[in-house]
């Protein structure tokens, strides 16, 4: 049974695409870039926002302008972070539901740490307990690194028994590959079933409330195999 349930924030817990598309096309018109649709930014995101913007700029951190472009888009995504970014459908109640069962929840992103933290805040201030976003600075690599993992998990004050991570990414399964816990990948994403079969995945969820459907079932197994040995 999942008694810690660690997310991933872009593409899972909220649908922020449409803000970072707005927010890379602003920098990118700055300085007479070819923009990209929404489809083309849903591609770019996952490794952080610097591996964005290098996706996105013509020849990447080689184009002369690159530290520029990142710039304008730090100090705009700031301003309008929250202009349509919200929780998906049912994410707010799947949280709720799995507080009330005690389960403890942390959220892990490779998008920078204070926008991870105002994010988390804003939008889930009542059931998310720890927040973590790239510090590299600090020495606590980005995924597909654990060390997130492993800081939410110090933080939280628990060990990787009876913890999932909950993803929507190839970088997420490999994430939770390398900290050695199983993986629950969600299909409401930034990525399709068939992506993340060809990565590796093994568990769906379609909804947030299968991730409780989930929850539940490992709770029901376990209480049969309790009962089944009292008898």
């Given at each position: 049974?999942?008694?810690?349930y660690?997310?991933?924030?872009?593409?899972?817990?909220?649908d922020?695409?449409?803000?970072?598309t707005?927010?890379?096309?602003?920098?990118?018109r700055?300085?007479?870039?070819?923009e990209?649709s929404?489809d083309?930014i849903?591609?770019?995101v996952g490794?952080?926002?610097?591996?964005l913007?290098?996706?996105?700029?013509?020849d990447?951190?080689?184009?002369?302008?690159?530290?520029?472009?990142?710039?304008?888009f730090?100090d705009?995504?700031?301003?309008?972070?929250?202009?349509?970014?919200?929780?998906?459908?049912?994410v707010?109640?799947?949280?709720?539901?799995?507080r009330e069962?005690?389960?403890?929840?942390?959220?892990?992103?490779?998008?920078?740490?204070?926008?991870?933290?105002a994010?988390?805040k804003?939008f889930?201030a009542?059931?998310?307990?720890?927040a973590?976003?790239?510090?590299?600075?600090?020495?606590?690599?980005?995924?597909?690194a654990?060390?997130t993992?492993?800081e939410?998990?110090?933080?939280?004050?628990?060990?990787k028994?009876?913890?999932?991570?909950?993803?929507?990414?190839?970088?997420?399964l490999?994430?939770?590959r390398?900290?050695?816990?199983?993986?629950?990948?969600?299909?409401w994403?930034f990525?399709?079933?068939?992506?993340?079969?060809?990565h590796?995945?093994?568990?769906f969820?379609?909804?947030?409330?299968?991730?409780?459907?989930?929850?539940?079932?490992c709770a029901?197994?376990?209480?049969?195999?309790?009962?089944?040995?009292?008898?």
């Amino acid at each position: 049974m999942y008694k810690t349930y660690i997310f991933d924030l872009d593409g899972t817990l909220l649908d922020t695409l449409g803000d970072l598309t707005t927010s890379t096309n602003y920098a990118l018109r700055q300085y007479g870039m070819p923009e990209h649709s929404q489809d083309d930014i849903r591609c770019f995101v996952g490794n952080g926002i610097r591996k964005l913007i290098e996706r996105a700029v013509p020849d990447g951190k080689e184009n002369p302008l690159f530290e520029q472009v990142f710039r304008t888009f730090f100090d705009h995504y700031e301003v309008h972070n929250l202009d349509t970014t919200k929780p998906y459908d049912g994410v707010v109640d799947m949280l709720r539901q799995l507080r009330e069962h005690g389960c403890r929840l942390a959220i892990v992103s490779n998008k920078f740490c204070e926008a991870t933290e105002a994010l988390a805040k804003h939008f889930f201030a009542d059931t998310i307990e720890v927040a973590i976003g790239e510090n590299e600075a600090a020495g606590i690599r980005k995924k597909p690194a654990p060390d997130t993992i492993d800081e939410a998990l110090h933080r939280l004050g628990v060990g990787k028994k009876d913890a999932v991570y909950v993803g929507d990414s190839d970088v997420d399964l490999m994430t939770a590959r390398n900290s050695q816990l199983p993986c629950i990948s969600v299909l409401w994403g930034f990525r399709s079933r068939e992506f993340l079969l060809n990565h590796g995945a093994t568990t769906f969820a379609k909804t947030p409330k299968e991730v409780l459907t989930i929850h539940n079932s490992c709770a029901a197994t376990l209480c049969k195999r309790a009962s089944s040995k009292h008898n």
